[in-house]
C-alpha cells in the first residue's frame, strides 16, 4: 500500500509539469499587452513599459519565463502579480474561503445524496422515489446561475434566511447558501447514482443470504447493502471534489464569495500569468490528492481491490 | 395415534415408526402467486409437504417447477412481487405463511437455517468471513468471540479456522465458500435446514465431500433437511423423501428408493429415465448408427490421411504466475497430454475445474497457442498453418460453447446468427445462405419460424440448439462441445445429448466433449481422457474406464457420481 501511495505521488510530478506548461502556454499566446491593458486609456511613457516589462520578465522568450516560473515555485517564492501584492499571500486568503465552501457542498451532496438515494432505491416505484426522481431531474435541468439566482432571491432577500451575499469575511454560516446551490446538482446526480445502486444489489444473492442469516433489516441495509452501494458513489464525489474546487466561479460570483473562483476570473481578464498557474497548479495538486483518497477508500470499501501487485 | 399424512391427493404416506411425532414443517395446499407486467402468474399451487423432526425430504424439479418458491415461503424470503396466496405453512404448529416480518426475523437463523445455491454470489465480497459469521451469531444472540467463530468454521470443515476467518470471500474456492456458508447456515442450530442445490456450481469430488459433511452435521445436530435439487440421483441418495414438484405442483412425493424404482407420474418416469447420474449405458441408438455411419465413410476418406483426425501429441501450456517483485513462477496449466480422436467417435476430457480441460479444447481450437507440443490435424500440425489455411481449419473445426446465454450475441436474430459464420466464409449468395439456415434448423429440430427470434426469447436447451446450429453451419468435421450440456436441465440436457448423437450418426461428425460431468460422459462418449492438474492420469474406452478404472482418482470421480451407488439394474435392451 506505501509503495501504492509512493507510485501515485510520483505521478503528481509529470502531470504537475504537463498541466502548468500547457496553461502558462496559453496565457503567453493570448492576444493583447498585459501591461498596456493595466493602465487602461492612458499612454504610459515608453521607458515605464519597459522597466514593468523586464521587472515581470515579459521581454523573455516563452521557456524562459516558464522556467523562471518554475524556479520561483521551488523557492515558495511565487513573486507579485500585476498590482504588485505577493501571489503566495493572494492564495492564501482565497483558497482557505474556496476549500469551506467546496466541503461544505460535497458533505450537502453525500450526506443528503445518499440518504435520499437509499430510500428512495429501497422503495422503488414508491411515492417518495418518484417525487425525488422528478425533483432531481429538474435540479439537474435547470443552469446553476438561475438556482443561484432564485436562492438568493427567496431565502436571502424575501425570507431573510441567510445573508444573500457573503462579503469579506466568509465563515461556515454565510458559505451554506453557496454552499446549497454549488452543491445541488451534483447532489441530484449522487441521489441516482446512490439509487440505482442500491435498488441493483437489494437483489443480489448475499442480501438474501443476510437476511436468512437472521439479521434485522437496518443492519441488512446498513451492511450489506450500503456499503457495496457506495463504491460507484465514492468515485463520483472524488472527481466532483476537483470540480467544486476549480469550478465554483459561477456562484462565488453571484454570492460575492472572496474564492478562487473569483480571483481566477480576475487573473484571466488581466492575462496574469503567474497567478493563473500558480491557482492552477495548486488545484491540480487539489485533484491529484482527491484522486489518490478515493483509490484508497476504494480499497477499504472493496476488499478485491488490491493495489500492491 | 397413528399419524397419517396426506403427501398428494392420491398418495398415502404412513409415518410409520414416528408415531406421535409433531411434523417439524408441514406444507398445506401452499399456493404462490407472483405479480408481473402481464399479469398474476401462479408458481405454486397446491403444494404439499410434510418434514419430521431430523428428516431429510428432497424436492425434485427442472428449473421453473417452483421447487425453490416453495422452499423459500418457508423462511419468508419469496421475492418482493411473489406471495403466498392461499394454503398454510405450519412450523411446528404454527402458521407462517402470513407471519410479521419480525416475527420472521425471529425464527430465521435460530430455527430455519439455509444454505444458499451458487457460493460464489452469497457472501458479501466486502467483509471478511469471520464478520459475516459473526453477525449470524450476534443477531441470534448466541456468543460471538474469535473462538465461537473459529469453532463454527471448523466444525463445517474449514481447516485452519482461526486464519481463515481473517480472509475474505474472494481468497476463498468455491468448495470452501460453500463450507463457509453451510457454517453460517448451521452456526446457531436451527431446527430445519434448507438447503437450495448446495452443490450445483462444484466439482463433484467437492459435492461430495460437502455433502458427506452436511450429513454428518445434520445428524449430529439433529437437524432437518429440506433439501432442493434438480437431480433425482443426489436427491434419492441423500434424502429420506422425496417430493418431486412439476409446473408448481407436487406431482409425486414418497420415500426415496421407492419413488426411483418405481416411479407414477409420467413426469418422473421421464425424470428417471433420463437422470444422467442413474443412467447406465451409451445413448445406444447412436452408437449403433454411428459404427455404420463411420463405415459408409470410411471408403470416401483418404486412404492416406490416418483414422485419427486429431492427434495431441506432449501438449504442454505454461502460465507465467506474477508473484510481487517482478518476480514470476511458471504453471502448467496443460502438461505433456497426448491422446488421438479417431473419426466419427466421441472422446471426452473429464477433469474437475482447474484441471486443464478447457485449455486443451481452446488449444485445439486454435484460440491459444501450445508453449510446447503439437496438434496435428489430419496429419498436419496445425502450428505451421498459414493464415489462410487456419481460415480454412476454422471452417473444419467447430466450437459449441457452455453458456447458451452468453454465446448468441443478443442483437443478432437467429437468422443472422447461424448465417454469419456463411457470410463470413463467403459460401453461397443470399438465397442459398437461407436455404441452409432452414435446413440447419430442420436438422437442430427447431421450427423454421424462429428465423425471426431473438436468443433472448428463446429457452436454455432452444439457445443450445442454435449454437449447434450455427456450429454445423459451415459442415465441419470436428466439434469441440465445451460443456455444451452443463447449464441445461436435465430434461433439456437429455433431449440435446440425443440430438449430437442423431447428428454424429447422420453426419459423421466427431465430438471432443470436454466436461466435468461423468454421467455426461457415459451418456455419449467412446473415449475417455481423465485430466487430472494438467496431467492426462487415464485413458480408454468409455466401458472400460468406467468399468475397471485404474487409477485413484478416477474411481474418486466416479465414486462421486451422486447416485452412483444407488445405480438401477441395467434393462436388458
Request: aromatic residues 6%; charged residues 20%.
Amino acid at each position: 500500500m506505501v509503495r501504492f501511495i509512493l507510485r501515485r505521488l510520483l505521478q503528481v510530478i509529470p502531470v504537475f509539469i504537463g498541466t502548468t506548461l500547457l496553461v502558462y502556454y496559453m496565457v503567453f499566446a493570448l492576444p493583447g499587452d498585459p501591461i498596456a491593458a493595466l493602465f487602461g486609456d492612458r499612454q504610459p511613457p515608453q521607458a515605464v513599459i519597459d522597466t514593468l516589462r523586464s521587472q515581470y520578465h515579459l521581454d523573455q522568450p516563452f521557456w524562459v519565463q516558464y522556467g523562471l516560473f518554475l524556479q520561483n515555485l521551488f523557492t515558495f517564492n511565487l513573486g507579485n502579480d500585476f498590482t504588485g501584492q505577493p501571489i503566495a499571500a493572494s492564495l492564501a486568503r482565497v483558497f482557505p474561503v474556496t476549500a469551506m465552501l467546496a466541503v461544505e457542498a460535497l458533505a450537502i451532496q453525500a450526506i443528503f445524496g445518499v440518504a435520499f438515494g437509499v430510500f428512495a432505491g429501497l422503495r422503488r416505484g414508491g411515492w417518495f422515489d418518484s417525487t425525488v426522481l422528478v425533483a432531481s431531474l429538474v435540479v439537474i435541468a435547470v443552469p446553476t446561475f438561475v438556482l443561484g439566482f432564485v436562492f438568493q432571491l427567496v431565502f436571502g432577500v424575501q425570507l431573510g434566511w441567510a445573508k444573500p451575499t457573503v462579503g469579506a469575511n466568509a465563515d461556515w454560516g454565510s458559505l451554506l447558501l453557496p454552499a446549497v446551490v454549488l452543491g445541488l446538482v451534483s447532489f441530484a446526480y449522487v441521489l441516482r447514482l446512490t439509487r440505482a445502486s442500491v435498488s441493483e444489489n437489494m437483489n443480489a444473492d448475499y442480501v438474501r443470504t443476510a437476511t436468512a442469516k437472521g439479521l434485522s433489516r437496518p443492519r441488512v441495509v446498513l451492511a450489506h447493502i450500503l456499503r457495496n452501494s457506495l463504491i460507484p458513489v465514492v468515485t463520483y464525489l472524488g472527481a466532483n471534489l476537483g470540480g467544486l474546487m476549480g469550478g465554483a466561479i459561477v456562484t462565488e460570483g453571484i454570492f460575492n464569495v472572496p474564492g478562487v473562483g473569483n480571483k481566477l476570473y480576475q487573473a484571466v481578464l488581466r492575462s496574469e500569468g503567474p497567478t493563473i498557474v500558480s491557482i492552477v497548479s495548486v488545484l491540480v495538486l487539489v485533484f491529484v490528492v482527491a484522486n489518490l483518497l478515493v483509490d484508497l477508500l476504494y480499497a477499504w470499501l472493496d476488499p478485491r481491490i488490491r493495489y500492491d501487485q | 395415534m397413528r399419524d397419517k399424512e396426506m403427501i398428494t391427493p392420491e398418495i398415502n404416506i404412513e409415518e410409520a415408526g414416528r408415531t406421535g411425532v409433531r411434523p417439524l414443517l408441514e406444507i398445506r395446499d401452499l399456493a404462490i402467486t407472483f405479480k408481473t407486467g402481464s399479469g398474476d402468474v401462479q408458481a405454486v399451487r397446491n403444494a404439499h409437504l410434510t418434514i419430521m423432526p431430523g428428516e431429510t425430504v428432497a424436492i425434485v424439479g427442472e428449473s421453473g417447477s417452483g421447487k425453490s418458491t416453495t422452499a423459500l415461503a418457508a423462511i419468508g424470503l419469496l421475492p418482493a412481487n411473489g406471495a403466498v396466496s392461499g394454503g398454510q405453512i405450519l412450523l411446528d404448529g404454527e402458521d407462517i405463511a402470513h407471519a410479521s416480518e419480525k416475527r420472521m426475523i425471529e425464527l430465521r437463523g435460530n430455527t430455519i437455517g439455509m444454505v444458499p445455491q451458487d457460493p460464489m454470489s452469497n457472501l458479501n465480497p466486502v467483509w471478511k468471513i469471520g464478520y459475516q459469521v459473526k453477525e449470524t451469531l450476534r443477531a441470534n444472540g448466541r456468543p460471538s468471540g474469535t473462538e465461537d467463530i473459529a469453532k463454527v468454521l471448523s466444525q463445517a470443515g474449514l481447516p485452519d479456522a482461526h486464519r481463515r476467518a481473517n480472509q475474505y470471500p474472494h481468497e476463498f474456492s468455491g468448495g470452501m465458500r460453500q463450507r463457509a456458508l453451510i457454517a453460517i447456515g448451521l452456526s446457531c442450530q436451527p431446527r430445519l435446514l434448507i438447503a437450495d442445490e448446495p452443490t450445483s456450481a462444484l466439482d463433484v469430488t467437492v459435492q461430495r465431500q460437502i455433502l458427506d459433511h452436511l450429513e454428518t452435521m445434520t445428524n449430529e445436530l439433529g437437524t432437518a433437511v429440506l433439501l432442493i435439487t434438480h437431480d433425482l440421483g443426489l436427491a434419492a441418495e441423500r434424502a429420506d423423501k422425496v417430493v418431486v414438484m412439476y409446473r408448481g405442483q407436487v406431482v409425486e412425493a414418497g420415500p426415496s428408493l421407492e419413488l426411483l424404482r418405481n416411479p407414477q407420474h409420467p413426469y418422473t418416469r421421464r425424470l428417471v429415465e433420463s437422470a444422467p447420474s442413474l443412467a447406465s449405458r451409451r445413448i445406444q441408438v447412436a452408437k449403433e448408427q454411428g459404427v455404420e455411419a463411420s463405415d459408409l465413410l470410411a471408403p470416401a476418406a483418404e486412404a492416406a490421411v490416418a483414422d485419427n483426425v486429431l492427434q495431441i501429441q506432449d501438449l504442454r501450456r505454461v502460465y507465467k504466475l506474477r508473484s510481487g517483485l517482478g518476480k514470476s513462477t511458471d504453471f502448467a496449466a496443460v502438461d505433456g497430454v497426448s491422446f488421438d480422436v479417431k473419426r466419427g467417435t466421441t472422446t471426452a476430457i473429464v477433469g474437475e475445474s482447474g484441471s486443464g480441460k478447457s485449455t486443451v479444447a481452446r488449444m485445439v481450437l486454435q484460440l491459444e497457442k501450445p508453449s510446447e507440443g503439437r496438434i496435428l490435424f489430419d496429419g498436419v500440425d496445425t502450428s505451421l498453418l498459414k493464415p489462410k489455411e487456419l481460415f480454412k481449419f476454422r471452417r473444419r473445426v467447430q466450437p459449441i460453447f457452455q453458456d447458451p446465454y452468453g454465446s448468441l450475441d443478443p442483437m443478432y436474430n437467429i437468422f443472422r446468427t447461424i448465417e454469419e459464420p456463411l457470410r463470413v466464409h463467403k459460401i453461397g449468395d443470399a438465397a442459398s445462405r437461407e436455404k441452409k439456415v432452414r435446413e440447419l434448423l430442420d436438422q437442430v429440430a427447431l421450427p423454421q419460424s424462429t428465423m425471426q427470434r431473438y436468443p433472448n426469447e428463446l429457452s436454455g436447451g432452444q439457445r443450445q440448439r442454435i449454437a449447434i446450429a450455427r456450429a454445423l453451419a459451415l459442415d465441419p468435421e470436428v466439434i469441440i462441445c465445451d460443456e455444451a450440456v452443463s447449464a441445461l436441465d436435465v430434461l433439456v440436457q437429455a433431449q440435446v445429448l440425443n440430438l449430437l448423437a442423431d447428428l454424429q450418426a447422420n453426419l459423421g461428425l466427431t465430438y471432443l466433449f470436454i466436461t466435468h460431468d461423468l454421467a455426461v460422459v457415459r451418456q455419449i462418449a467412446d473415449h475417455v481422457c481423465v485430466m487430472e492438474k494438467g496431467k492426462l492420469v487415464e485413458t480408454g474406452s468409455t466401458d472400460d474406464v468406467f468399468e475397471s478404472p485404474q487409477q485413484d482418482y478416477t474411481k474418486a470421480l466416479l465414486n462421486a457420481i451422486p447416485g452412483a451407488k444407488l445405480m438401477l439394474p441395467p434393462e436388458v435392451a
